[in-house]
């Protein structure tokens, strides 16, 4: 097996490539900021539940389910998801500008604080590895 087939660092690559093409959406609105007309863009959230079934090849649901008759059934209400809903950082400027610097920086270091969070998760993942196969 190899370690690329591995489904824990599969999710991170990932999310990585995710960030990282976020990183450059966000990079580009800091720079369009007085930009007359242009709108703040932004990657749609990525969905864990896809995310899981595409790592482990699996394209059947991942509801919940019961399995032995003293589970407590789940009822619909309480298995829903929620639905997101794309809002406006800020108005637009005078110009049609709707960039709000102060928005798109706390953006930027989310961003970053999670890609570090991502590449700890790797690196530990493959200190752990190497740690079960015995090398040092």
Known sequence: MSMTDIPLFGLLR?????LNARQDVLSQNVANADSPGYAARD?????????VKRAN???SSTAMMTTDPRHIALTQAQTSNYAG??????EASPDGNTVSLEEE?????DTQAQYQAATNLYSKALSM???AIGQP
């Not at 990657?43 to 995310?51: T, V």
């Not at 809903?85 to 800020?90: I, Q, Y």
Request: net charge negative; no cysteine.
């Open 43 to 51: 990657l749609k959230p990525m969905d864990f539940d896809e995310m």
């Open 105 to 109: 920086m706390i953006k930027v270091s």
């Open 129 to 131: 590895m190497r740690t």
């Open 85 to 90: 809903a794309d809002t406006p950082d800020t």
């Open 57 to 59: 090849g699996d394209t």
């Open 14 to 18: 990932e999310r990585m490539s995710w």
